[in-house]
Protein backbone atom coordinates (compact mmCIF):
# COMPACT_ATOMS: atom_id res chain seq x y z
CA UNK A 1 0.00 0.00 0.00
CA UNK A 2 1.45 3.22 -1.11
CA UNK A 3 0.39 6.39 0.34
CA UNK A 4 1.28 10.33 -1.16
CA UNK A 5 1.51 13.59 1.06
CA UNK A 6 2.27 16.73 -0.98
CA UNK A 7 3.31 19.82 0.24
CA UNK A 8 5.20 23.32 -0.81
CA UNK A 9 1.79 25.11 -2.40
CA UNK A 10 1.43 28.53 -1.99
CA UNK A 11 0.81 31.77 -3.65
CA UNK A 12 3.64 33.49 -5.96
CA UNK A 13 3.77 36.30 -8.58
CA UNK A 14 4.51 35.84 -12.36
CA UNK A 15 7.51 34.70 -12.81
CA UNK A 16 8.51 33.48 -9.01
CA UNK A 17 9.42 30.06 -8.57
CA UNK A 18 8.05 26.88 -6.09
CA UNK A 19 9.30 23.63 -5.11
CA UNK A 20 6.61 21.15 -4.76
CA UNK A 21 7.65 17.98 -2.54
CA UNK A 22 5.39 14.36 -2.55
CA UNK A 23 6.11 11.73 0.58
CA UNK A 24 5.82 8.24 -0.23
CA UNK A 25 4.69 6.10 2.51
CA UNK A 26 4.34 2.44 1.33
CA UNK A 27 4.44 -0.64 3.24
CA UNK A 28 6.98 -2.24 1.74
CA UNK A 29 10.40 -0.47 0.93
CA UNK A 30 10.23 -2.56 -2.61
CA UNK A 31 7.16 -1.19 -3.51
CA UNK A 32 8.00 2.72 -4.48
CA UNK A 33 10.83 1.63 -6.93
CA UNK A 34 8.31 -0.30 -9.29
CA UNK A 35 6.34 2.86 -9.56
CA UNK A 36 6.42 5.44 -12.01
CA UNK A 37 5.89 8.76 -9.98
CA UNK A 38 3.64 11.50 -11.64
CA UNK A 39 2.37 15.35 -11.19
CA UNK A 40 -1.06 16.47 -12.12
CA UNK A 41 -2.86 19.81 -11.93
CA UNK A 42 -6.15 20.74 -11.82
CA UNK A 43 -7.69 24.47 -12.13
CA UNK A 44 -11.07 25.20 -11.24
CA UNK A 45 -13.89 24.04 -13.79
CA UNK A 46 -11.07 22.04 -16.07
CA UNK A 47 -10.26 18.43 -15.96
CA UNK A 48 -7.32 17.11 -13.83
CA UNK A 49 -4.35 17.14 -16.66
CA UNK A 50 -0.92 14.97 -16.56
CA UNK A 51 2.11 17.62 -15.72
CA UNK A 52 5.44 15.84 -15.75
CA UNK A 53 6.35 11.83 -15.22
CA UNK A 54 9.31 10.40 -13.95
CA UNK A 55 9.87 6.68 -14.10
CA UNK A 56 11.65 4.48 -11.66
CA UNK A 57 14.78 4.27 -14.14
CA UNK A 58 14.59 8.64 -14.05
CA UNK A 59 13.19 9.16 -17.44
CA UNK A 60 10.87 12.47 -18.02
CA UNK A 61 7.92 13.39 -19.74
CA UNK A 62 6.40 17.03 -19.60
CA UNK A 63 3.29 18.35 -20.77
CA UNK A 64 4.22 21.10 -23.56
CA UNK A 65 2.85 24.12 -21.44
CA UNK A 66 5.37 23.12 -19.02
CA UNK A 67 8.35 22.45 -20.79
CA UNK A 68 11.89 24.63 -19.84
CA UNK A 69 9.96 25.61 -17.06
CA UNK A 70 9.13 22.69 -14.69
CA UNK A 71 11.63 19.57 -13.58
CA UNK A 72 10.53 16.67 -11.85
CA UNK A 73 12.62 14.41 -9.76
CA UNK A 74 13.04 11.79 -7.50
CA UNK A 75 14.55 10.43 -4.51
CA UNK A 76 13.78 6.38 -3.76
CA UNK A 77 16.50 6.51 -1.00
CA UNK A 78 14.67 9.37 0.84
CA UNK A 79 11.13 8.06 -0.81
CA UNK A 80 10.16 11.67 -2.43
CA UNK A 81 8.94 13.30 -5.52
CA UNK A 82 9.53 16.69 -6.13
CA UNK A 83 8.17 19.11 -9.02
CA UNK A 84 10.49 22.29 -9.57
CA UNK A 85 8.59 25.66 -11.33
CA UNK A 86 10.20 27.80 -12.42
CA UNK A 87 8.64 31.15 -14.67
CA UNK A 88 5.63 30.72 -13.49
CA UNK A 89 2.22 32.05 -15.26
CA UNK A 90 -1.54 32.52 -14.30
CA UNK A 91 -2.01 29.75 -16.21
CA UNK A 92 -0.42 27.84 -13.83
CA UNK A 93 -2.34 28.34 -10.93
CA UNK A 94 -4.25 24.93 -10.15
CA UNK A 95 -4.52 22.27 -7.43
CA UNK A 96 -1.63 20.01 -7.87
CA UNK A 97 -1.65 16.47 -7.57
CA UNK A 98 0.67 13.39 -6.61
CA UNK A 99 0.52 10.40 -8.49
CA UNK A 100 1.70 6.99 -8.48
CA UNK A 101 1.09 4.15 -10.73
CA UNK A 102 2.81 1.21 -13.07
CA UNK A 103 4.76 2.72 -16.44
CA UNK A 104 1.54 3.02 -18.94
CA UNK A 105 -0.77 3.78 -16.46
CA UNK A 106 0.65 6.76 -15.19
CA UNK A 107 -0.26 8.83 -18.46
CA UNK A 108 -4.09 8.58 -17.96
CA UNK A 109 -6.13 9.94 -15.49
CA UNK A 110 -8.43 7.07 -14.90
CA UNK A 111 -5.55 4.22 -14.83
CA UNK A 112 -3.51 6.39 -11.92
CA UNK A 113 -3.19 3.87 -8.84
CA UNK A 114 -3.06 6.14 -5.87
CA UNK A 115 -3.23 10.09 -5.66
CA UNK A 116 -2.44 12.42 -2.81
CA UNK A 117 -4.80 15.25 -1.67
CA UNK A 118 -3.54 18.05 -3.93
CA UNK A 119 -1.68 21.46 -3.13
CA UNK A 120 -3.22 24.80 -4.50
CA UNK A 121 -0.62 26.72 -6.23
CA UNK A 122 -1.51 30.26 -7.12
CA UNK A 123 0.07 32.47 -9.43
CA UNK A 124 -0.78 36.22 -9.49
CA UNK A 125 0.02 38.85 -11.71
Known amino acids: QVQLEESGGGSVQVGGSLRLSCAVS???????????MAWYRQASGKQRELVAV???????TYADSVKGRFTISRDNAKKTVHLQMNSLKPEDTAVYYC????????????????WGQGTLVTVSS
Open 54 to 60: ISDERST
Open 26 to 36: VVSGSIFRIKD
Open 99 to 114: AAGAPWRIFVVGTVEV
